[in-house]
């Protein structure tokens, strides 16, 4: 119940007037209906793709293997 609690608080971020006025422009005429709702949009896939980056094995089984077996005939493993 604590977790539901926590989505439903919100902080304040600052960011420059500038990017602000950038980020009103494009979301006119979509389904943002305010600053807010794109950054939190935008941050969240952000977070979604570099924990999906992270998730991934920097070898599949079978290219593990292959290195294992390259460094068994270089006499690297036993």
Do not use: C, W
């Amino acid at each position: 119940m604590t977790e539901q609690k926590d989505e439903n608080k919100y902080t304040t971020v600052s960011i420059p007037t500038q990017l602000a006025e950038k980020i009103k422009k494009r979301i006119q005429g979509t389904g943002f209906n305010s600053l807010s709702s794109y950054v939190t949009y935008v941050l969240r896939e952000v977070l979604s793709s570099n924990d999906d980056e992270e998730r991934k094995e920097a070898f599949s089984k079978e290219d593990e293997e292959k290195v294992k077996d390259r460094l068994r005939a270089l006499g690297y493993l036993d």
